[in-house]
């Protein structure tokens, strides 16, 4: 687990602050009203390539040596982090292979093209990733980097509530969607060093709910099926981000497929915002869950604002 | 005309300031790379009610004597400022009473509603608008309150341009969609007395094309069609406004429905914001006439971003 110290998440922004966007926090009456609490959203969806993972890997890639750097990152995404790494690297003057399933949809190879990320295509089995990123390793003796389940991975994304809570320092809650960990690990670190008695609630899709059950189990569970639309929520837990989110998350709250899109509308219309639908998953899980949030002070980090708009659900 | 005196507009913005917000001005460092210029998007999409609208109808209703108030606002109007008026009425204790075709979409019904304007439904010609108001004037007493073509209503809407350009004092150009001519007559009275020498360029759709025209004859032309995405842009100019516009504006650029849509999408993808199509015609003029702007920096109000959802051209 990581070394838990305030100082670490400092230096990581930092360290990265030249390379991401410090994003603004919105208010929207209107939410705010239906939700019966006061809402804060961090928008990620602002970040560089559209979401907070862009902090994250810019925070790996530093990281690393200069004789590690020349010789590039490799990993295996076929979503938000295949198009951060790739970005961040090319910001960075690294080499970024990413290993992508033949099944990811054709625009989010092209954004992994145009942030300059040297794309192999893969069978889309996770046996197949790793097999397709270990012999990109091999070859070129490049980094893996893992999406979420990685040190320095977490204290960046820990990055964007520590920014909202310089901005709100007495949020009661901070909220975030769950997918492989790292975001939720690195605000659960950030609120615990620098919240005042701040909690950290989890939201998560039913037909994604591996984080709910790890958290009951106390072992890391997988997912059976994730027929879900917030498609960055698909992924599990990992060895690196369990403890941390064993430790210092109150809850994981989940909600219906319905629930988060009639969310996700709801802050396009009122907001005039685009979010993704796995951002919209911790709207969803404040108005699913009123009573929990009633009259509170609740950042919400929306993590992304990529979506296809040829394919929208509304 | 108005009499043009700096004072004006800035007395009219701080009378308005407490009922509207002063929205954020974005940068794109993609579309400003495409556009070969430096943009600078003032965004009215995050205003109240969500456009600029709300600046003229609160400046409007705020200059009635105490007894003119106490007997309400009437107008006609399918669009924005249906809901401007309603919001700004409302914020202000008055009564507003819209009159709307019963060709509105249900959902612009259903705003104005939301915001407490006491609608009546008539056909759906120009004449029986007018009948419609003139009898709701006559009955009530309440004072008519026009969209665009009323001297308050254009120092309102100057006031987006006078806060764009305090925050950005060196623009060479501010361009805006132009509909019923508020918008551009308010802007192009801010450009003149804060502005550095900035021009004032307008934007109109090929299908709704009455302010190239006006300018060119000299006189206001109306529009045979209106077969235009655009909704907002197509009414034509006004006895009060159009002095102003032939007085201070440079000159009128036109682009297809397809330039629109696709200036619309970019607007969505790279800056994750909510624009109306009305919006995305400014931007679609500056990316037609790229050799106008090169290198330039360039002001671009983003009306609105009042869009049916379940609707989108994409």
New interface residues.
């Given amino acids: 687990m990581i070394a838990m110290q305030k100082q670490l998440l400092l230096d990581t922004h930092k360290r990265i602050l030249p390379y991401i966007h410090n994003t603004?926090v919105l208010k929207s009456r209107s939410i705010s009203k239906i939700a019966g609490a006061e809402l804060y959203f961090k928008c990620e969806?602002?970040q560089r390539m559209?979401a907070y993972k862009m902090r994250g890997a810019t925070n790996a890639i530093l990281q690393l040596s200069g004789e590690a750097r020349s010789r590039g990152v490799v990993t295996h995404s076929s979503g938000n982090f295949a198009q951060a790494l790739s970005l961040a690297a090319k910001s960075l003057g690294v080499k970024a292979y990413i290993v992508m399933p033949t099944s990811a949809p054709r625009i989010k190879i092209k954004a992994v093209e145009s942030y300059g990320g040297i794309i192999s295509l893969c069978e889309p089995t996770l046996i197949a990733r790793e097999a397709g990123s270990d012999k990109i390793q091999k070859e070129t003796g490049a980094t893996f980097i893992h999406p979420s389940n990685d040190d320095e991975v977490i204290l960046g994304q820990g990055t964007a509530a520590l920014e909202l809570l310089t901005e709100i320092p007495d949020l009661d809650t901070i909220i975030t969607p769950v997918g492989g960990g790292g975001l939720i690990a690195g605000t659960a670190l950030a609120a615990h060093y620098f919240g005042n008695n701040c909690r950290v609630i989890g939201a998560e899709p039913f037909e994604a709910d591996d984080a709910y059950r790890s958290l009951i189990s106390g072992k890391i569970e997988g997912n059976e099926s994730t027929n879900t639309i917030a498609d960055g929520l698909k992924t599990v837990l990992g060895d690196r981000n369990f403890p941390i989110i064993q430790k210092y998350v109150d809850s994981i709250i989940r909600v219906s497929e319905d629930e988060i899109i009639s969310a996700m509308?709801l802050i396009?219309?009122r907001m005039?915002?685009?979010?993704e639908p796995s951002s919209a998953v911790a709207l969803a899980a404040v108005l699913r869950e009123k009573e929990i949030f009633d009259g509170l002070k609740v950042g919400i980090i929306i993590s992304g604002?990529n979506v296809d708009?040829?394919q929208?659900p509304?």
Avoid: A, D
């Avoid at 005039?272 to 979010?275: A, E, T």
């Fill in positions: 603004p969806n602002f559209g509308h396009w219309e005039k915002i685009i979010v604002g708009l040829e929208l509304f």
